[in-house]
């Protein structure tokens, strides 16, 4: 029994975990500027992995599947930053100095946030994209 209840713990604590920030649908925001990215505080020690996530608006179409059951396979072109390897939950906050990634800038690309949490790395993503536009 006790260990059918690790699961639901684990799910808690991802949870638990809530980017702040009220960026509207389709937001644009400015290369060179600073965006302070924002989550709810918790009074605890420990560190998080702050991530930023770019990816296709569009995927690249690559292929059927090879099995049959399958639907085609796309590529969105997905990369990961890591904007702080060991940010704090107490802290509650992380300015980003927004810099393209790639040279990806405008509609084709989307950015996300994200933070692995925890040993076994759970994830909390924030859920809206965004882009960024070149200077």
């Known amino acids: 029994m006790k260990l059918l ?7 808690g604590a991802v949870q638990a975990f809530q ?4 960026i509207p649908v389709d937001g ?14 918790e009074d605890r020690g420990d560190t998080f992995r702050l991530e930023l996530y770019t990816f296709l ?6 292929g059927p599947s090879p099995n049959p059951w399958g639907g085609p396979i796309y590529d969105y072109n997905e990369t990961t930053t890591v904007l702080d390897a060991a940010a704090r939950y107490s802290d509650g906050n992380h300015t980003w100095h927004i810099d393209l990634i790639n040279g ?7 950015y996300r946030f994200g933070a692995i949490l925890g040993t076994v790395g759970e994830v909390a993503d924030y859920a809206r994209a965004f882009h960024i536009q070149a200077s």
Do not use: M, Q
């Not at 209840?5 to 799910?11: D, H």
């Open 5 to 11: 209840a690790i699961p639901a713990l684990l799910a």
């Open 57 to 62: 608006t569009d995927p690249i179409y690559v």
């Open 28 to 41: 644009y925001y400015n290369e060179g500027s600073d965006f302070v990215i924002e989550w709810k505080p």
């Open 104 to 110: 990806r800038s405008g509609a084709d690309w989307y």
């Open 19 to 22: 980017f702040l920030n009220d």
